[in-house]
């Protein structure tokens, strides 16, 4: 059984920083891409970031230049450093991981149950 679970949300002020870290568990073969995706009430899920077990990242426009997404893949985790957050960036915050769990089953997609972020102004 995969378990992703985020934890580093919470409540901060405009201008401010948070770490969000995402830890992948259970019977892993392998991962290929993991990203991070929010949803704000009301809108669509949208991709923040993702990066490939290589490291080239690529991120949604609004957030160039503010956050940075990283890995670590001894540990099957990733990160999304958030600077300069803005309340437009308040959503909840879902990593997810491509991944297989034997190196014969195909790739699927897992998700976390999210984290919330809410910038205030």
């Known amino acids: 059984q995969v378990q992703l679970v985020e934890s580093g949300g919470g409540l901060v002020q405009a201008g401010g920083s948070l770490r969000l870290s995402c830890a992948a568990s259970?019977?892993?073969?392998?991962?290929?891409?993991m990203g991070w995706y929010r949803q704000a009430p009301g809108k669509q899920r949208e991709l923040v970031a993702a990066?490939?077990?290589?490291?080239?990242?690529n991120y949604v426009d609004s957030v160039k230049a503010r956050f940075t997404i990283s890995r670590d893949n001894a540990k099957n985790m990733v990160y999304l450093q958030m600077n300069s957050l803005k309340p437009e960036d308040t959503a909840v915050y879902y990593c997810?991981?491509?991944?297989?769990?034997?190196?014969?089953?195909?790739?699927?997609?897992?998700w976390g149950q999210g984290t919330q972020v809410t910038v205030s102004s």
């Open positions: 990066i490939r077990s290589g490291g080239s990242a």
């Open positions: 259970g019977s892993i073969f392998s991962i290929n891409a």
């Open positions: 997810n991981a491509d991944l297989q769990v034997k190196w014969y089953t195909p790739v699927r997609t897992y």
